[in-house]
């Protein structure tokens, strides 16, 4: 036992002494590898962005820009609006709420004081119906219908705008696409031969514009269906509290 205690030792040893040994040379080699790579990082994100501009170059400029705009209208749109309906925004419950106890402690100038001092198209339609509220209850509801259709087309402006681009974008790159392949054809006409290289390069030039139309509408599709969403959550907003406001007014009424 106290023998092959001394051998598993005495092999501890050697190995111990074998991984100092070879230490030295990993750690050289680690070191190496992580240089090389933190070389290599910063070219592969450069060449992220040369291959893209390269291959927008590529695609021509003639349907490349016209692309890139209808992206860069599309997206300037499209934040527009949502900054508008994000500050159209208003908390309807606690607004009805101070209508309500406006109406009951100071009358009817009070509450559209409140309204004039809050922002939102909900305001504004509580206003237009407190506002002909002298003329009876079925007035006030009428300007109340009406003012919510403009509100309605406030919020919905330049939304149609957007889905043009939406459908703009893809079928100008179909038609990048299409005119591409007639200059292939072409070249291989001239040519009198069928080479690959004339084909393969007209065919990719090509296929880039259907790919960065996709690409377009794809982006603005995101930020259309948020829009829209949105927008019929301040509408159902509206209406639900427009109907409040109808029953707040008969009550008083009575």
């Given at each position: 036992?106290?023998k092959?205690?001394?051998?598993?030792?005495?092999?501890?040893?050697?190995?111990?002494?074998?991984?100092?040994?070879?230490?030295?040379?990993?750690?050289?080699?680690?070191?190496?590898?992580?240089?090389?790579?933190?070389?290599?990082?910063?070219?592969?994100?450069?060449?992220?962005?040369?291959?893209?501009?390269?291959?927008?170059?590529?695609?021509?400029?003639?349907?490349?820009?016209?692309?890139?705009?209808?992206?860069?209208?599309?997206?300037?749109?499209a934040?527009?609006?949502?900054?508008?309906?994000?500050?159209?925004?208003?908390?309807?419950?606690?607004?009805?709420?101070?209508?309500?106890?406006?109406?009951?402690?100071?009358?009817?100038?009070?509450?559209?004081?409140?309204?004039?001092?809050?922002?939102?198209?909900?305001?504004?339609?509580?206003?237009?119906?407190?506002?002909?509220?002298?003329?009876?209850?079925?007035?006030?509801?009428?300007?109340?219908?009406?003012?919510?259709?403009?509100?309605?087309?406030?919020?919905?402006?330049?939304?149609?705008?957007?889905?043009?681009?939406?459908?703009?974008?893809?079928?100008?790159?179909?038609?990048?696409?299409?005119?591409?392949?007639?200059?292939?054809?072409?070249?291989?006409?001239?040519?009198?031969?069928?080479?690959?290289?004339?084909?393969?390069?007209?065919?990719k030039?090509?296929?880039?514009?259907?790919?960065?139309?996709?690409?377009?509408?794809?982006?603005?599709?995101?930020?259309?269906?948020?829009?829209v969403?949105?927008?019929?959550?301040?509408?159902?907003?509206?209406?639900?509290?427009?109907?409040?406001l109808?029953?707040?007014?008969?009550?008083?009424?009575?």
């Open positions: 036992m106290r092959l205690f001394i051998a598993l030792t005495f092999l501890g040893f050697m190995a111990t002494a074998n991984a100092t040994i070879a230490t030295p040379n990993s750690a050289t080699t680690m070191a190496s590898t992580l240089v090389q790579d933190a070389d290599d990082a910063p070219a592969e994100s450069a060449s992220f962005t040369q291959e893209l501009k390269k291959r927008f170059i590529e695609g021509g400029p003639g349907f490349m820009g016209i692309v890139l705009i209808c992206l860069i209208l599309g997206l300037a749109i934040i527009e609006r949502i900054i508008f309906l994000n500050l159209a925004t208003t908390n309807t419950k606690k607004l009805t709420d101070g209508v309500e106890e406006a109406l009951s402690s100071g009358g009817v100038e009070a509450a559209k004081e409140l309204c004039r001092n809050t922002k939102g198209p909900v305001a504004s339609i509580f206003y237009q119906g407190l506002d002909r509220i002298d003329e009876g209850v079925e007035s006030a509801e009428k300007a109340v219908v009406a003012y919510g259709g403009v509100q309605m087309g406030q919020l919905e402006k330049n939304v149609s705008w957007i889905s043009l681009f939406i459908a703009l974008a893809p079928m100008l790159g179909f038609m990048g696409t299409v005119i591409g392949m007639i200059q292939a054809f072409d070249k291989i006409e001239a040519a009198g031969d069928m080479q690959p290289s004339l084909v393969a390069g007209g065919i030039v090509a296929l880039l514009t259907t790919v960065f139309g996709l690409i377009v509408a794809i982006i603005l599709q995101v930020f259309y269906n948020y829009i969403a949105k927008i019929d959550s301040i509408v159902n907003d509206m209406e639900d509290a427009s109907i409040t109808i029953d707040i007014l008969v009550a008083q009424k009575k």
